[in-house]
């Protein structure tokens, strides 16, 4: 008797180790079939909206989306409220830029990096003709108040409160793109506006 309990032990062990086998090799079926539902589709141009730090922009959004929402990799275009066009490109996440990746504005000026809900937080920004124009952390998506100089997309307020201060003279040009104002500072560089909002910048 002692001795065919003893036999049977072993039987037991490796029928537990079967099961147990078995049990794994269910959940990793079914988490395989939860991923596989999951499927990522293309589209162009769809009308997508978004919230930055200046409020909603409703643009057009071409890339992967998880049904109908942006994830993965995508552009998405749209404009300021002073008109100026801008595209960013790069990682998606539910919705938002989330991850690596570029915004380009019509005027020239762009900025790379990595973004977190909308907005860039670890990067760098250039001027029109590929000048850095600071490289770092940023606060809510801007150059920190201590570091900045003025910039495209800066307000007439954000331009008397960055190092530059207040220009040295004002005046206003008309061209075949518009009616622009103009703020120089002597040693330093002009500063262009169009409906309040820095559009470009030149060096003195």
Known sequence: MWGVLYEARPVFKIAALCLALALVASVMNKGAGSKSEVKKERVVDMEFTITVNEGERTGTYSGEVIDG?????????????????????????????????????DSGQWEEG???????????????????????????GRIPEERRS???RMTEN??????W??????????????????WIYYGKGYVYFENG?????EDW
């Open 69 to 105: 929402i942006p994830n993965g990799k995508g552009s998405f275009t749209a404009q300021n409220d002073g008109g100026t066009g801008w595209t960013y490109t790069g990682d998606f996440y539910d919705g938002q830029f989330d991850g690596n990746g570029r915004t380009e504005w």
């Open 150 to 152: 003025p910039h495209v």
């Open 197 to 201: 909002i820095v559009v470009d910048i």
């Open 114 to 140: 990595y973004y977190i809900e909308n907005e860039i937080s670890d990067g760098e920004t250039y001027s029109a003709d590929d000048k850095l124009i600071y490289e770092g952390m940023f606060e809510n």
């Open 158 to 163: 954000e331009v008397v409160s960055s190092s």
């Open 165 to 182: 201060g207040r220009p040295n003279f004002k005046d206003e040009i008309t061209t075949e793109d518009g009616v622009f104002d103009k």
